[in-house]
Nanobody, 113 residues
Framework: QVQLVESGGGLVQPGGSLRLSCAAS????????MGWYRQAPGKQREWVTT???????NYADSVKGRFAATRDNAKNTVYLQMNSLKPEDTAVYYC???????WGQGTQVTVSS
């Protein structure tokens, strides 16, 4: 069973940057696409980006040009570099692997002055 552990969240001022990490256990990591999602208070979880096993990425319009997802298959880790952060980016951020229904526990990102 693959397990995912996110880290890197925190409090940042508007316009700042954070980099989230999602470390996966198990040997199947490199074979599957990974995704980042987020859930703001009182809202449904929403898709942020998908990162294919090849490294190809797709982004939600709300983060396009500001967020960048990358993966390091040797480290079984995906990253989400978030720049030009806005208060509306405040949410719990989750990673998932696109096999089964496997999610991490989430990491809180708060954008506030």
């Amino acid at each position: 069973q693959v397990q995912l552990v996110e880290s890197g969240g925190g409090l940042v001022q508007p316009g700042g940057s954070l980099r989230l990490s999602c470390a996966a256990s198990g040997s199947i990591f490199s074979s599957y696409a990974m995704g980042w999602y987020r859930q703001a208070p009182g809202k449904q979880r929403e898709w942020v980006t998908t990162l294919a096993s090849s490294g190809t990425t797709n982004y939600a319009d709300s983060v396009k040009g500001r967020f960048a997802a990358t993966r390091d298959n040797a480290k079984n880790t995906v990253y989400l570099q978030m720049n030009s952060l806005k208060p509306e980016d405040t949410a719990v951020y989750y990673c998932r692997i696109y096999v089964g229904d496997i999610w991490g526990q989430g990491t809180q990102v708060t954008v506030s002055s």
